[in-house]
């Protein structure tokens, strides 16, 4: 069945990607909510805890990692919470119903399941890293230069901040 929800997911984000997606991007000036998608438990653990070094507990995180585990901890998603018409079940509501002020993609390298939920998102401002794969969807982005997460994490946000004062 993991072939056929493949192949159902790839489908609908090519439908996606071929509508006109007409966004209002909006630099938040006052960051309260922060989502997360990321393509590891790895890359998620390490934006989560840069962000809660940076702004505390005086936003609110929410995401997801992707992961091809059976056993997932509560962040974490794979092909099985897609059904076979490829549409994200309803342990995605909460996340996709929210206008998070930024949603942050710490990854490089997207599969469908992700640009699935980065094209159905309704966040006001995504970042991430920039590659071939984010490109089309992502607001800002920075290249992955430094070997450590956290730097390119800090990297990233340091250039939300000047735009922000430009702004």
Wanted: hydrophobic fraction near 40%; charged fraction near 25%.
């Amino acid at each position: 069945m993991k072939w056929l929800k493949d192949w159902m997911v790839n489908k609908k984000v090519n439908k996606l990607n071929l509508q006109n997606r007409s966004k209002k991007v909006v630099i938040p000036e006052k960051i309260k909510t922060i989502g997360i998608l990321a393509s590891s438990e790895v890359e998620f653990e390490a934006l989560k805890a840069h962000i809660r070094n940076i702004w505390g507990y005086k936003v609110r995180v929410g995401g997801y990692f992707f992961s091809e585990k059976k056993e997932l901890p509560v962040d974490g998603f794979s092909y099985i919470n897609f059904n076979l018409n490829g549409t994200a079940s309803d342990y995605f509501s909460a996340f996709l119903e929210e206008e998070w002020d930024l949603l942050f993609l710490p990854s490089i390298n997207l599969n469908d399941y992700l640009r699935f939920l980065l094209l159905q998102n309704k966040s006001k401002f995504s970042i991430g890293f920039y590659s071939e794969d984010t490109k089309p969807y992502l607001d800002l982005m920075v290249a992955y230069e430094a070997k450590d997460i956290h730097e390119n994490i800090q990297n990233l946000i340091n250039y939300l901040n000047k735009i922000k004062e430009t702004c």
